[in-house]
T-cell receptor, first 116, second 110 residues
């Protein structure tokens, strides 16, 4: 299977703990996106990378959130000092770009975070 | 401001009946428009996309959508719904990052 993979699929943590999620995009895709989806809502954009460069961050991405894509391949999203409001599904997607900005974004299955 | 509105939160149709899911968008430039489907426990799957040309686009699983610039709409249609179509449907707009609507949950009655 050469789709987008995310790890872990589920994470339960206590308020105040740090968590890290990993996303492995489709191998030839140079763009990687992170979205957050809360119950009953559509995904909301958080940030995206082109290769290893983080090109845009949403205002939703507070200082407690950090994302990296060190070698332009996999990416990690870290949340420090988690809060109950961080509970959500975190989705990763990848695509070809920028000249193909209309290209389909392929989504991973998501990581569901529950903060107790 | 860029936004997508899906007016119907939940729709129920009978199996075999036709379906139309509504989507309205607000976007400053020529929009790239998408419909995604999300089944429980599954990732988002692209049904179809529009970026130029023919305003009626065909997608997978028998879905189609029509882009109407004058109405800022991109409604999704299917002539005959199958029970397996029950899922959450999201309309999205963007070139690069996507802006999603809040989704329409489709239930299918036998």
């Amino acid at each position: 299977d050469t789709g987008v993979s995310q790890d872990p699929r589920h994470k339960i943590t206590k308020r105040g703990q740090n968590v890290t999620f990993r996303c492995d995009p489709i191998s030839e895709h140079n763009r990687l996106y992170w979205y957050r989806q809360t119950l009953g809502q559509g995904p909301e954009f958080l940030t995206y990378f082109q290769n290893e460069a983080q090109l845009e961050k949403s205002r939703l991405l507070s200082d407690r959130f950090s994302a990296e894509r060190p070698k332009g391949s996999f990416s990690t999203l870290e949340i420090q000092r988690t809060e109950q409001g961080d509970s959500a599904m975190y989705l990763c997607a990848s695509s070809l770009g920028p000249e193909f900005s209309y290209n389909e974004q392929f989504f991973g299955p998501g990581t569901r975070l529950t903060v107790l | 401001a860029q936004s997508v509105t899906q007016p119907d939160i939940h729709i129920t149709v009978s199996e075999g009946a036709s379906l139309e899911l509504r989507c309205n968008y607000s976007y400053g430039a020529t929009p790239y428009l998408f419909w995604y489907v999300q089944s429980p426990g599954q990732g988002l799957q692209l049904l179809l996309k529009y970026f130029s040309g023919d305003t009626l686009v065909q997608g997978i699983k028998g879905f189609e959508a029509e882009f109407k610039r004058s109405q800022s709409s991109f409604n999704l249609r299917k002539p005959s719904v199958h029970w397996s179509d029950a899922a959450e449907y999201f309309c999205a707009v963007g070139g690069g990052k996507l802006i999603f609507g809040q989704g329409t949950e489709l239930s299918v009655k036998p």
